[in-house]
């Protein structure tokens, strides 16, 4: 069984670089499927931010492509979000999550959450 | 973008309701809409794929429609662990796109 597990800064600084990451266990990241990152601000609905394939063929969200960069350690099995020149409004619960084998986009595995606040 | 109009944001109902959510999308997305499920804490499940498919160990009381762009999923017989937030998402284009969001809450 395959899980997710977010780590990092519970608290970033406005202007700053909000850094994740998401430790994949149970599976191997060199598969075939699409590892991507979900947020949602407290209270508020769910947000595609963008995905990572196993090849490192990355897409993100249009609205955030400018700040976003998404990558991956196939040796350390994980694969990390950041997300620049932050403001109050990228404060969320941040998510990874895996793609379905047979179907892209469409999620199976989700990690707990990390929520990220921003604030000086 | 695609965008998912999802209605309505709320409802309240009672053990043993049929409730149904329905979703619209902004342009044609044939069949490629999932439902999840979402309970205060926890991170969303998927209910049902291609509209209408069954995940594995989800319960038949959950059912998706399709009609034209609008797509609706249905609880037949709402049970006390349904009452959670349930989500809409296209996976025909990326950027994926969720809908609002749907509340249902206990009457």
């Known amino acids: 069984q395959v899980q997710l597990q977010e780590s990092g800064p519970g608290l970033v600084k406005p202007s700053g670089t909000l850094s994740l990451t998401c430790a994949v266990s149970?599976?191997?990241?060199?598969?075939?499927?699409?590892w991507s990152w979900v947020r949602q601000p407290p209270g508020k609905g769910l947000e595609w931010i963008g995905e990572?394939?196993?090849?490192?063929?990355?897409n993100y969200h249009p609205s955030l492509k400018s700040r976003v960069t998404i990558s991956m350690d196939k040796s350390k099995n994980h694969f990390s979000l950041e997300l620049t020149s932050v403001t109050a409004a990228d404060t969320a619960l941040y998510y990874c999550?895996?793609?379905?084998?047979?179907?892209?986009?469409?999620?199976?595995?989700w990690g707990q959450g990390t929520l990220v606040t921003v604030s000086s | 973008d695609i965008q998912m109009t999802q209605s309505p944001s709320s409802l309240s109902a009672s053990v043993g309701d049929r409730v149904t959510i329905t979703c619209r999308a902004s342009?044609?997305?044939?069949?490629?809409l999932v439902w999840y499920q979402q309970k205060p804490g926890k991170a969303p499940n998927i209910l049902l794929y291609?509209?209408?498919r069954l995940e594995v160990g989800v319960p038949s009381r959950f059912g998706g429609s399709k009609s034209g762009t609008d797509y609706s999923l249905t609880i037949n017989s709402l049970q006390p662990e349904d009452f959670a937030t349930y989500y809409c998402?296209?996976?025909?284009?990326?950027?994926?796109?969720f809908g609002q969001g749907t509340r249902v809450e206990i009457k």
């Open positions: 291609a509209a209408s």
């Open positions: 999550a895996r793609d379905l084998t047979i179907v892209r986009g469409v999620f199976d595995f």
């Open positions: 990572i394939h196993y090849s490192g063929a990355t």
């Open positions: 342009q044609d997305i044939g069949n490629s």
């Open positions: 998402q296209q996976y025909y284009n990326v950027p994926w796109t």
């Open positions: 149970g599976g191997s990241i060199s598969y075939s499927h699409w």
